[in-house]
């Protein structure tokens, strides 16, 4: 039973645009989503989080949408650059009812890549 | 300021045999969690140590194992290596914190034959 889905393996952006990844969700007691990015050879790395009271976070060029009701979340990315070439996971914690355990439930991952 | 280090980067063992994968959290931090990454797949959360205390666990066998030292450092021990533990063994670590946002090293890519 996968409690967080990245239905796309893989998206492919020119240069410029926007970049817009998805993400959902099973599990309602879920508090805290995030998102990672992890190039080749290192560790993911934080990149994005929002709490479930909220529907919207923004940093930069990055803002994370939450839509509770369709248990859906998107990062978007504007203006897309080469160097934000990387896999991009969606996590969410609070699933088991408890918070601060640092227990993070991951989706499988998406392959952003950014064509100059 | 040094990040979170694992050691080794990579190894390759034998069916049934042991390994022992180390971690230094980052500065201040003082919990350490374990993920493992198959390939193609996210992170999957083996458990997590804090006050040198086991204090969750994912759903991983009795043969997964781990401790922590007073220096908030830890180990990973798989025991009775199996072919599907071949993974990218991610060490994490963390303040208190109800967000969850954790800081993650670059790995211990395990190899099982």
């Known amino acids: 039973d996968q409690q967080v889905k990245q239905n796309s393996p893989s998206l492919s952006v020119q240069e410029g645009r926007i970049s817009i990844l998805n993400c959902d969700y099973t599990?309602?007691?879920?508090?805290?989503f995030l998102w990672y990015k992890k190039y080749p050879a290192e560790g993911p790395t934080f990149l994005i989080s929002i709490s479930s009271i909220k529907d919207k976070n923004e940093d930069g060029r990055f803002t994370v949408f939450l839509n509770k009701s369709a248990k859906h979340l998107s990062l978007h990315i504007v203006p897309s650059q080469p160097g934000d070439s990387a896999v991009y996971f969606c996590?969410?914690?609070?699933?088991?009812?408890?918070?601060?355990?640092?227990?993070?439930?991951f989706g499988q991952g998406t392959t952003l890549q950014v064509k100059p | 300021d040094a990040g979170v280090t694992q050691s080794p980067t990579h190894l390759i063992k034998t069916r049934g045999q042991q390994v022992t994968l180390r971690c230094s959290p980052k500065?201040?931090?003082?919990?350490v969690s374990w993920y493992q990454q198959a390939l193609g797949q996210g992170p999957q959360f083996i458990f997590q140590?804090?006050?040198?205390?086991?204090?969750q666990r994912g759903n991983f066998p009795d043969r997964f194992s781990g401790h922590q030292f007073p220096n908030y450092s830890s180990e990973l021990n798989v025991n009775a290596l199996l072919l599907g533990d071949s993974a990218l063994y991610l060490c994490?670590?963390?303040?208190?914190?109800?967000?969850?946002?954790?800081?993650f090293g670059e790995g211990s890519r395990l190899t099982v034959l």
């Open positions: 140590y804090y006050e040198e205390e086991e204090r």
């Open positions: 500065s201040g931090h003082d919990t």
């Open positions: 996590a969410a914690s609070g699933g088991d009812g408890s918070s601060n355990t640092g227990k993070l439930i």
């Open positions: 994490a670590s963390s303040l208190v914190s109800p967000t969850g946002e954790l800081f």
């Open positions: 599990n309602s007691m879920f508090d805290y």
